[in-house]
């Protein structure tokens, strides 16, 4: 675990890279309730001009909040999490997709640290002006 008084401003976090693959994405269907057929059925998803299935949102956004976890030691320190969605996350049934996360130190205020992110997948940015408030 970090040491919470030594964080500063322009701290860069470890590189976080996620691999999901089409085994990942049913699972989350289930423990989410989003069965949505973009997630799952190739063919259903480029017919609706999609590349391939693809990651759910929701469970991206949550892959590129793992950084934040475990740089900080404690996720229960984690007190906001705010993104868009840029790009869709493409998985392809042979070795799937990886997703790298990088993040820095952009302000500490009253005892609140405020994280920028940065998650792109095969070079585009999946998630834009991602930012996570963590209780020092």
């Given amino acids: ?15 976080l890279t996620v691999d999901v693959d089409r085994a990942r994405l049913i699972r989350y269907a289930g423990a989410s309730g989003d069965f ?30 793992e950084i934040v976890g475990r740089w900080i030691g404690d996720a229960s320190r984690i007190t906001g999490y705010s993104t868009r969605f840029s790009a ?8 799937g ?6 993040g820095f130190v952009k302000s500490i205020d009253d005892g609140i640290a405020t994280v920028d992110l940065t998650a792109t997948a095969g070079g585009a940015k999946v998630l834009a002006k991602t930012s996570v408030t963590v209780r020092l």
């Fill in 1 to 15: 675990m970090i040491d919470l008084t030594r964080i500063s401003v322009g701290d860069q976090l470890p590189t």
């Fill in 36 to 65: 949505n057929v973009i997630h799952w059925d190739e063919r259903f998803a480029k017919s609706v001009g999609l590349p391939d299935v693809i990651a759910h949102g929701m469970w991206t956004m949550g892959a590129a909040g």
């Fill in 88 to 95: 869709p996350v493409p998985v392809p049934y042979e070795g």
């Fill in 97 to 102: 997709a990886q997703i790298e996360v990088t």
